[in-house]
């Protein structure tokens, strides 16, 4: 029986190294269910795009079904008469448009492990098939690759000088962002805001309990959720993001699959760094008075802007050395053509 989870491994590794001949074969599915879905929401007149707390028309569904029925056209014809200049382009094209659905699937998986409900479900699994055809129609897009008839593992390797220190600057990013939450969730005051006034406006916004539970605690969710990024950053860039080092049981020593670091960086940059650069630039013409920020829950704009500063720098930064990390990842792991 032992014998087998080897041959297991073996078929499992080839059949994903086959990735250019099943790409656009999975592409042309999704391309489908992703016009049906869109077809579901608009007869139904269900919104995929709801718009701060007024959700969106309908019509979006339409969008989302020409999008899926262009998608599902393109992969076909690459199927049919191979790769042309043409159909790349509109491969490209549409990768980029589902991309941009799928931004803010991050915050929804953040909502959803501390127990909190999605604003829209419709919405949710919107972005959730997005991203999954952004990674489809991207594959499928480079899909008229050689295939490497065989390939070596590169050995373990930390990332260039200048990658880790995106990764320092990342890392530093979110200390002043940890030291204004951490203040507020040990009863402090920052900002004119005590932490009192803080965890009631969580109970106002429908906060779940273990997200609650966690701030009795003196704990903030969203700062273990910075230093589990941290942690993600670095792995990133040191060896032990490849290989598994000895602190961890049952599992030193052995490879880290690719996609285990990568799938969540690829997420996180996505939408963080636009998330971020966005909200800094608004911040920055706030301040300037080009545009007005109305204090919201804060006692004074002023205040609003000091936490809109220190929140939205934090995403920016570590958004961008996650980008960067994520892209030197995926070049020092890439398997080589095997020496003869």
């Not at 939450?181 to 005590?194: N, V």
């Not at 942690?231 to 049952?250: A, D, I, K, N, S």
């Amino acid at each position: 029986m032992t014998a087998d989870v080897p041959m297991v491994k073996t078929s499992w590794r080839a059949w994903w190294q086959q990735w250019p001949r099943w790409a656009g074969r999975m592409a042309v599915f999704w391309a489908v269910a992703y016009a049906g879905f869109g077809l579901v929401c608009a007869l139904n007149e269900t919104p995929v795009f709801p718009a701060g707390d007024t959700l969106g028309p309908s019509a979006p569904g339409w969008a989302v079904t020409v999008v899926g029925v262009l998608a599902a056209l393109t992969c076909a014809a690459v199927s049919r008469y191979g790769m042309r200049p043409a159909l790349r382009v509109l491969l490209w094209t549409v990768c980029g448009v589902a991309g941009l659905a799928a931004f803010s699937l991050l915050m929804d998986v953040i909502t959803l492990m501390f127990g909190q409900g999605v604003d829209n479900w419709a919405s949710a699994a919107h972005r959730a098939l997005s991203a999954a055809g952004a990674l489809l129609l991207a594959a499928t897009a480079r899909s008229d690759r050689r295939l490497p008839v065989v390939t070596s593992v590169r050995a373990p390797s930390a990332a260039s000088r200048p990658v880790q220190f995106a990764a320092w600057a990342g890392t530093v990013a979110f200390l002043p962002y940890a030291v204004m939450k951490l203040t507020w969730a040990f009863g402090g005051t920052f900002a004119g805001m005590s932490g009192a006034e803080m965890r009631a406006i969580s109970e106002r916004n429908g906060a779940s309990g273990i997200w609650l539970t966690l701030e009795s605690w003196g704990l903030d969710a969203t700062v273990l959720l910075a230093a589990l990024g941290v942690f993600l950053l670095w792995g990133l860039v040191r060896p032990w993001g490849q290989v598994f080092p000895r602190w961890t049981p049952y599992l030193r020593g052995r490879r880290v699959p690719r996609w285990l670091p990568l799938a969540p960086a690829l997420i996180g940059a996505a939408t963080l760094a636009p998330y971020g650069v966005l909200g800094l630039s608004y911040v920055a013409l706030a301040t300037t008075g080009v545009v007005t920020i109305r204090p919201g829950d804060f006692h004074s704009s002023g205040d609003a802007h000091l936490v809109g500063w220190i929140g939205m720098a934090a995403f920016a930064v570590y958004g961008l050395a996650l980008t960067v990390a994520a892209r030197s990842y995926w070049f020092r792991t890439r398997r080589v053509p095997a020496a003869h």
